[in-house]
């Protein structure tokens, strides 16, 4: 176990959080590798996660850094009716457990919650549960591979998008 490669995944998840909070969403894009896939699976029950993006329902799933790219030009250019007008966010990352995956990568499980004030109507909703981020290290460092969003309180009153969990 190499406790500064852990703790350079806790800072990774950390600064993620941070960098999305600052709206830094070049540096935030550039913590992911090429390959990477986003997804926010949704409960097939109230104990069940749906577990196949490409079978079942799905919150959000955004395969490779082109379409995390997409997402972003979305929010920058005013055509995302999930951020228009932006919102402020404030990220909460917290119990980040790093593990070494077989191939060489790092699991880094994470409890989370996001604060998201709406100033157009002066309302603040709040998202919590679980993240489970796979890091790769490149040439650059580490990046995110795979980060899966496990949303706790799924009864979505507005339309969200990924900087909001």
Not at 89 to 97: A, M, N, R, Y
Not at 133 to 158: C, F, W, Y
Request: hydrophobic letters at 40%; proline letters at 3%; one cysteine or more.
């Amino acid at each position: 176990m190499d406790e500064r490669r852990h703790a350079q995944a806790r800072d990774l998840v950390a600064r993620e959080a941070r960098l999305l909070d600052e709206r830094a969403w070049d540096a935030w894009l550039a913590l992911y590798a090429e390959d990477a896939q986003l997804w926010v699976p949704t409960w097939r029950d109230e104990h069940t996660l749906t577990d196949d993006p490409s079978r079942e329902l799905s919150f959000m799933f955004l395969q490779g850094r082109a379409l995390l790219a997409e997402r972003v030009f979305r929010i920058t250019s005013g055509r995302s009716a999930a951020s228009t007008p932006l919102p402020r966010t404030s990220h909460l990352v917290t119990g980040s457990l790093v593990s070494e995956g077989t191939d060489g990568t790092l699991l880094v499980h994470s409890a989370w919650c996001t604060h998201v004030y709406q100033h157009k109507d002066a309302a603040l909703a709040t998202y919590t549960g679980r993240y489970e981020h796979e890091l790769v290290g490149t040439g650059a460092g580490l990046r995110i591979r795979r980060k899966k969003i496990i949303l706790v309180n799924d009864r979505l009153a507005t339309p969200v998008d990924f900087f909001h969990l």
